[in-house]
């Protein structure tokens, strides 16, 4: 009977709204992006489709609540590289990464950039790594928790310059942008999806992206490499999850709506303006962002040991 009912549910579904967990601020670009797609994913599946933001413990709560969440398609979670990058900072995560979602599909990935308030006085990156090295106990890094890719960014940047900063965690990078607006803090390293309308309102000073080649709505910015820090890269990659055991028609459904919002002109539009792109369509698939996952786990758990950096 469970089966049938299973099947009958997928028939029907959906057939109320459905939640997307952010596990990150409000205002911040995860949410930026899940708002984006969820919008767009609503108009195809014919139900509402709404937002909640689950901050804390660099975006491992809002996952949790999903891990733990009804199999039934409406809970699902919109996270980042974040969902990789933890499994090796938290030594004792309370869901199991790769067993307990089920992969919708990848959204897109997003490019970094370094931003400090206007005040700072660096002039370039060259200045800005220099000017962090004098004064260690002074510069202030904003990030969004231990697990955030603003985290991460972080991380390594802390490692290719060889100087530990005082970081100021945030429940995202919203809110740690309103400071970084007002002074309180001195530099992050954000996605473009959240810093490219303050760098082209001339709010904050910006210092690199940190992707291979310039990113075509910010193409005055010279990437990492060119500004001084080769080899320096970073992309942000997005994925779609549904708790394990939600019923393989309800996941075909789901990834059938993010495909076509990818393709949403509206989306498209969006994410260019924003610094990023869809990803192709055969990436927008549950093979490939379990593939993925699992790839970059095995990519990030070295580098961050390697580095020393827990959470827990
Ligand atoms: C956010 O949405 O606030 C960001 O993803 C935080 C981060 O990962 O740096």
């Known amino acids: 009977t469970t089966l049938l009912a299973g099947a009958a549910h997928a028939q029907d579904y959906p057939n109320k709204l459905i939640t997307v967990i952010v596990p990150f601020a409000a205002g911040g670009p995860t949410d930026t992006v899940a708002r984006l797609v969820g919008q767009s994913m609503s108009k195809s599946l014919g139900q509402q489709v709404i937002i909640e933001n689950v901050g804390g413990a660099g975006g491992t709560l809002g996952a949790a609540r999903v891990a733990k969440a009804a199999p039934d398609g409406y809970t699902v979670l919109l996270h980042h590289i974040g969902q990789a990058t933890s499994v090796a900072l938290y030594r004792k995560l309370p869901y199991d990464t790769l067993n307990d979602f089920a992969p919708v599909g990848l959204i897109t990935d997003v490019p970094m950039t370094f931003v400090a308030k206007s005040a700072f006085p660096a002039k ?21 928790g231990v697990g955030s890719a603003s985290h991460l960014c972080g991380m390594l940047f802390m490692t290719a310059i060889k100087a530990e900063l005082t970081t100021v965690p945030y429940k995202g990078t919203g809110p740690a942008m309103n400071d970084l607006l007002g002074g309180q803090v001195d530099f992050m390293c954000d996605q473009t999806t959240n810093t490219t309308s303050q760098i082209k309102g001339g709010k904050i000073k910006v210092y690199g992206v940190t992707t291979k080649t310039r990113v075509p709505s910010l193409n005055e910015v010279p990437t990492m490499d060119e500004a001084g820090l080769p080899g320096f890269e970073v992309a942000v990659w ?5 708790p394990k055991g939600t019923p393989q028609p ?9 495909q076509e919002a990818l393709k949403d002109p509206n989306v498209v539009t969006r994410f260019a303006e924003l610094g990023t792109e869809p990803v192709s369509p055969d990436r927008a698939t549950p093979e490939a962002l379990g593939k993925h996952l699992k790839a970059e786990i095995d990519k990030w758990s070295p580098i961050i040991k390697a580095a020393g950096v827990y959470a827990d």
């Open 124 to 144: 370039d990156l060259k200045e800005l790594v220099a000017y962090a090295q004098a004064n260690k106990d002074k510069v202030s890094y904003a990030n969004a």
């Open 238 to 242: 997005h994925g779609l999850y549904a």
């Open 250 to 258: 309800v996941i075909a459904k789901l990834t059938k709506a993010l």
